[in-house]
């Protein structure tokens, strides 16, 4: 079965603190897609990094780097010298090829991250 | 370029009434997927149409529907509500170029009351 586990419900660090949130997923298929979107109290998901699975390279963009690891089904995400408008609540998902053509995500339960001033 | 458009933002409605929520998709964007987001249960998948035909569909009972129209904007209706339909309901879209896993972009959802 397919799943998508974030088991840190909530995160509070201080401004300039780095931070992982971490995800662990379950699935069949050979073939996934794996993503983090973030969701600010405005309510919109925004996407912030799609992964396939043939694709274990880290990823960097600017304060934020992508750890996937195909060994232990993690894909955590790491936020450097976090800012207070990083607070959200961010949401790893997996996405099956094998479904057929599709867009469906499962996500995870979400980690609330609160950056302190 | 306009993101997605969800009307209404809020809704509040009694046990037994129906409802509609609207989605109007990127410009150019084929597919639209509904996800209801709540509490308890978190982020889940309604279904997703493309080319105004449904292609999957979340685990859901028959009372929420939707629907596409050929300008790609999409509407999602609950019949006989309950109070746990009581939920964010996010609309999203993609461009459908490659047609599968790609990357969406989310409305800012209609949050519905059921009384």
């Known amino acids: 079965a397919q799943k998508v586990t974030q088991a840190q419900t909530e995160i509070s660090v201080v401004e300039k603190e780095d931070v992982t949130l971490d995800c662990v997923y379950e699935?069949?298929?050979?073939?996934?897609?794996l993503f983090w979107y973030k969701q600010p109290p405005s309510g919109e998901l925004v996407f912030l990094i799609r992964?396939?699975?043939?694709?274990?390279q880290n990823e960097i963009s600017g304060r934020y780097s992508w750890n996937f690891q195909k060994s232990t089904s993690s894909f955590n995400f790491t936020i450097t010298a976090s800012q207070v408008v990083d607070s959200a609540v961010y949401f790893c998902?997996?996405?099956?090829?094998?479904?057929?053509?599709?867009?469906?995500?499962?996500f995870g339960t979400g980690t609330l991250l609160a950056v302190q001033p | 370029k306009a993101g997605v458009t969800q009307t209404p933002r809020y809704l509040i409605k009694t046990r037994g009434q129906q409802v509609t929520l609207s989605c109007s998709p990127i410009?150019?964007?084929?597919?639209v997927s509904w996800y209801q987001q709540t509490p308890g249960q978190g982020l889940q998948f309604l279904f997703e149409?493309?080319?105004?035909?449904?292609?999957n569909k979340g685990n859901f009972p028959g009372r929420f529907s939707g629907r596409q129209f050929s300008n790609s904007r999409s509407e999602m209706n609950v019949s006989t509500l309950e109070l746990g339909d009581s939920a964010l309901y996010l609309c999203?879209?993609?461009?459908?170029?490659?047609?599968?896993?790609?990357?969406?972009?989310f409305g800012s959802g209609t949050q519905l009351s059921v009384l």
């Open positions: 992964r396939n699975s043939f694709d274990e």
């Open positions: 149409y493309f080319s105004e035909t449904q292609r």
């Open positions: 410009s150019g964007h084929r597919s």
């Open positions: 998902a997996l996405s099956e090829v094998s479904r057929g053509a599709t867009n469906k995500l499962i």
């Open positions: 999203a879209s993609s461009l459908a170029v490659e047609a599968v896993n790609e990357k969406l972009f």
């Open positions: 699935t069949r298929d050979t073939t996934y897609y």
